[in-house]
């Protein structure tokens, strides 16, 4: 017979377990905006209890990645497009704090670990691995603002870059997953020019790395949103 101990350690790995595995499908968009998540029917899928199941949605919500109607009915989050124009505005003043702020700083350590990040995204774009891509980017860049030194900016951009994930998914579907080698050489210049403490080069960099970005999303939305979303997984 389990203790409860024992029983607080399996329901826990139950909960990562579905956690997990929601994430990457909300974040991948194979479970698209608005998609109904049922307790009873997420609950025969993992072959698990309903407990573990709603303590994994609890997390997803904490997230912002699912939300809970006012009938208690659970749907993945739907994507704030009439928000984006003030989530690009704060993304792109990140983007330049950041890169300026890491070529004024020297960390060898913290260099290192952006270098293993961008070797992921290269990796990634490699395969066409979309998840993958979008993980390895986000580490990169928070990698980039720790170096910089400021935690109230690497908190920030942290939330912002978690909070695009899935604008990011529909941003590397625009290229059908095949993202052009030009995305791997912005990150190693933005590399180039923090090594060498060019702060105004890593400023032009990361204007212009964010404004292509938002450039390609928007010339998304303004061609397509009038169709039902739907991209390939990575």
């Known amino acids: 017979m389990q203790s409860d101990a024992e029983n607080v350690r399996v329901r826990g790995s139950g909960t990562q377990s579905v956690y997990v595995t929601l994430r990457r499908e909300i974040l991948s968009m194979a ?18 209890s309903r407990t573990p199941v709603r303590e994994a949605l609890l997390r ?3 997230d912002g990645l699912v939300t809970t109607l006012p009938n208690r009915n659970t749907i993945v989050a ?3 497009f009439a928000g984006l124009p003030t989530y690009f505005e704060a993304l792109t003043l990140m983007y330049r704090v950041t890169t ?15 270098r293993a990040h961008q070797k992921d995204f290269a990796d990634a774009v490699l395969a ?12 990169f860049h928070v990698a980039i603002a720790e170096l910089a030194g400021n935690p109230y900016y690497t908190t920030f ?13 529909l941003y590397y ?8 080698r030009q995305y791997v050489d912005e990150h ?13 080069q890593a400023d032009r960099l990361a204007i212009d790395h964010a404004a292509q970005i938002v450039r390609q999303i928007q010339d998304y939305i303004a061609r397509d949103m009038d169709r039902p979303v739907a991209v390939k997984l990575g």
């Open 100 to 114: 300026r702020g890491a070529a004024q700083r020297r960390d060898a350590a913290i260099m290192r670990t952006i």
């Open 173 to 180: 579907s625009t290229f059908d997953d095949r993202l052009p």
């Open 60 to 62: 997803l919500a904490a």
């Open 157 to 169: 951009f942290t939330r912002l870059l978690d909070e695009g994930r899935r604008i990011l998914r």
């Open 31 to 48: 479970l698209e905006p608005g998609s109904p998540l049922d307790e009873v029917r997420l609950s025969e899928r993992f072959g698990m």
């Open 188 to 200: 190693e210049e933005m590399i180039a020019a923090i090594e060498a403490g060019d702060v105004e």
């Open 128 to 139: 066409r691995d979309a998840f993958a891509m979008i993980e390895a980017n986000r580490e």
């Open 78 to 80: 739907t994507i704030d």
